[in-house]
């Protein structure tokens, strides 16, 4: 990957097959989690869905039980807003999670779109200024994502594996990890 410029307002920058088929794996696994499995069942905003039934289906849910995933993944993506008040932190999961994580499969979209257009990688990747947010609030979620399998929660922890020697397994989703970080940051200079 290429550092991202701006021409015209449009960031552009060239992917390798390769990165174009790893981005958009990583991508799809965020997705497939965020979405329990069933993207199908998250309607994008703007879409035919029936608020109401969506409202209902939030209401059916116990208020006292808050539902925090047990996957850590989800639990960083969907931390807990209120962690010493129960029914407070149940409300906001209630009445906010369902949105967040359409939201989320949305930007996960228009990503997986992008990633289409280059024809795996034969053409350069163009990110439309409409699309930058969804660009970075996907980036953000996959490395996150990449983070938390890693065990990573703090820079001294990023660098303790940045030292592994490279017959340790993890350290290639170390090195997909500082990739993704290269990514935003040049996206986000290139702004």
């Known amino acids: 990957m290429k550092k991202f ?27 497939e989690l965020v979405s329990d499995g069933e993207p199908e069942g998250f309607a994008p905003p703007g879409e035919d ?57 949305a930007d996960a979209t228009v990503v997986l779109d992008d990633l289409a257009a280059t024809d795996h990688g034969s053409s350069d990747l163009k990110v439309v200024p409409e699309h930058v947010d969804a660009w970075l609030r996907t980036l953000t979620g996959v490395r996150l994502a990449v983070a938390t399998r890693l065990g990573i929660t703090d820079a001294e922890s ?20 500082d990739w993704l970080g290269f990514a935003q940051e040049t996206m986000v200079g290139a702004l």
């Not at 116990?62 to 995933?69: F, G, H, R, S, T």
């Not at 490279?166 to 090195?175: C, I, N």
């Open 5 to 31: 410029s701006r021409r015209r307002g449009v960031l552009t920058t060239a992917l390798s097959a390769y990165e174009v088929e790893l981005l958009t794996s990583l991508v799809r696994q965020v997705v």
């Open 49 to 105: 869905a029936d608020p109401f039934e969506a409202l209902a289906k939030d209401l059916a849910v116990d208020p006292d039980d808050p539902e925090v995933p047990d996957d850590p993944v989800l639990r960083r993506m969907f931390p807990n807003a209120y962690p010493h008040d129960a029914d407070a932190s149940s409300d906001f999961r209630r009445f906010t999670e369902r949105g967040l994580r359409t939201k989320k499969v």
């Open 158 to 177: 990023a660098d303790h594996l940045s030292q592994l020697d490279e017959q340790d397994p993890r350290s290639y989703m170390v090195s997909v990890y």
